[in-house]
């Protein structure tokens, strides 16, 4: 009788750098008016002196503070879209009350954004602080909402008249904060057979995090009667949470964020 052969050994996977822990996403914290806050710092390719000196000022902030605070660098990825879907799985893995996305040429100070982090807790919606494009003249990567965007033609100019908070249709998400509440609101909204495409949530199974929620896949709307327009990762995960019944907002920081590329561009004059 041939005795049955012994399972071999399970190989690791080769295009991950090391065995991932087994994951599982942690229910609603109850953190009180200081919220948990878990960050996630987009780190693709070359950074500025500027950018790095503001990712030092959060960590040490950070360590300073006895907030329930964690960071978490993603690196580069073909597809910017599958690499916040990553990011949303580990910020459902973390148990932190807010997850606050920051990208690699954003020069923000640590005050404004954990400022943000506890608006989004406290209006439980989705706060972003507003940037312009890598375009002259500068514009908001933001879609404003028509009725309120001389609020936020005052917001950017730091007008003193501005307020904190301008509602607006759809976030960038180079410095963004999204509550528990309001992801796994639209999570449990949007997924299911029942719900149209190209706005349903699926999970895919993924070798990193083994699965996420394809909340940032871009996709086509209708936006005027007739003409699709394409939506990128962000523009989409907004219209989606919208849809869940999220509302979103621009913040007045007190320094305005630079986006660098060849210089910093900023909605205010650069000094040189």
């Known amino acids: 009788m041939i005795a049955p052969k012994a399972s071999s ?19 609603l914290t109850q953190a009180g008016a200081r919220p948990s ?34 960071l978490r660098t993603i690196r580069e990825d073909a597809l910017i879209s599958r690499s916040r879907c990553r ?9 932190k009350d807010v997850w606050v996305q920051l990208d690699h040429d954003i020069e923000f100070t640590a005050a404004d954004v954990i400022r943000m982090a506890s608006l989004a807790h406290e209006h439980q919606a989705t706060v972003c602080i507003p940037y312009p494009c890598r375009s002259l003249p500068p514009r908001p990567a933001l879609r404003p909402k028509v009725e309120h965007l001389q609020a936020l033609k005052h917001q950017v100019n730091s007008a003193e008249c501005a307020a904190e908070l301008v509602p607006i249709t759809m976030f960038a998400s180079g410095c963004l904060a999204i509550t528990r509440k309001c992801l796994m609101a639209t999570l449990d909204a949007l997924g299911g057979s029942g719900v149209q495409n190209p706005y349903r949530i699926d999970w895919c199974e993924d070798v990193r995090v083994e699965r996420f929620p394809t909340l940032w896949m871009p996709l086509a709307m209708e ?50």
Request: proline share 7%; glycine share 6%; with cysteine.
């Open 9 to 27: 050994p399970r190989k690791a996977d080769p295009f991950i750098y090391a065995e991932q822990p087994t994951s599982k996403p942690q229910e």
């Open 37 to 70: 806050i878990h960050v996630s710092l987009y780190a693709y390719g070359g950074i500025s002196a500027a950018c790095m000196m503001s990712w030092v000022d959060l960590t040490a902030t950070f360590a300073r503070s006895d907030r329930q605070t964690d």
């Open 87 to 95: 990011a949303t799985k580990w910020f459902l893995d973390s148990g």
């Open 223 to 272: 936006s005027m009667p007739g003409k699709l327009e394409y939506l990128s990762e962000d523009y989409a995960a907004a219209v989606r949470m919208t849809l869940a019944g999220v509302k979103h907002y621009s913040m007045k920081p007190q320094k305005q964020l630079n986006h660098w590329g060849e210089f910093p561009y900023s909605f205010a004059p650069y000094a040189g």
